[in-house]
Every structure is written in C-alpha cells, then in structure tokens.
C-alpha cells in the first residue's frame, strides 16, 4: 500500500486543527467517504488540509466550506487592520 507524501494528522489532532469537541463527527464522516484519510493498521491518518464535505444546507454551500470561509476572514482580521485589503 503506497501513501501519498504529506502532512499526515491523528484523528484528535485533526479533531484539535478543526475546533471539534469531540471525535465522533470525524470518524461518522471518515465511514460515510465525506472525509479522505488513510486506515493504517486500525490508526486513522488524515491529510492537514483535508476539509469534511457535510450535507448541504440551504444556501446550497457545503456547511464546513462556510465554517472554513468564516474562520479564514477573521483570521484575516487579525492580520490586517484594514478590512479592504482582504480578499477572500
């Protein structure tokens, strides 16, 4: 079995990154395929930058995609003081 190079994370360091309280909805999402990640004997691994592909809600956008784009604007305030300097 090959492994494609990356950064490689547990499931409660992925659980950690994504502000998760607990590992349930990460191991519901790696069962239903919404979430790439490797089985290594019994050891989840998951990709750094790997995002869960949730069930659609109303806007039509994936809700982690929404939770994503949330988190990097006030990431981005934080880093720049003026707002028009952002685009995202």
Same mark, same amino acid.
């Given at each position: 079995?090959?492994?494609?190079?990356? @950064?490689?994370?547990?499931?409660?360091?992925?659980?950690?990154?994504?502000?998760? *309280?607990?590992?349930?909805?990460?191991?519901? *999402?790696?069962? @239903?395929?919404?979430?790439?990640?490797?089985?290594?004997?019994?050891?989840?691994?998951?990709?750094? @930058?790997?995002?869960?592909?949730?069930?659609?809600?109303?806007?039509?956008?994936?809700?982690?995609? *929404?939770?994503?784009?949330?988190?990097?604007?006030?990431?981005?305030?934080?880093?720049?003081?003026?707002?028009?300097?952002? @685009?995202?």
């Amino acid at each position: 079995m090959l492994i494609p190079r990356g @950064d490689y994370l547990t499931v409660k360091e992925y659980r950690k990154q994504i502000g998760y *309280a607990s590992c349930k909805p990460i191991y519901s *999402a790696l069962k @239903d395929n919404r979430l790439q990640g490797i089985n290594l004997y019994g050891n989840w691994l998951i990709l750094r @930058d790997a995002i869960i592909m949730e069930k659609k809600n109303k806007s039509g956008e994936y809700i982690s995609v *929404a939770r994503q784009k949330r988190i990097q604007k006030a990431l981005a305030k934080k880093l720049f003081a003026d707002e028009s300097e952002i @685009d995202i």
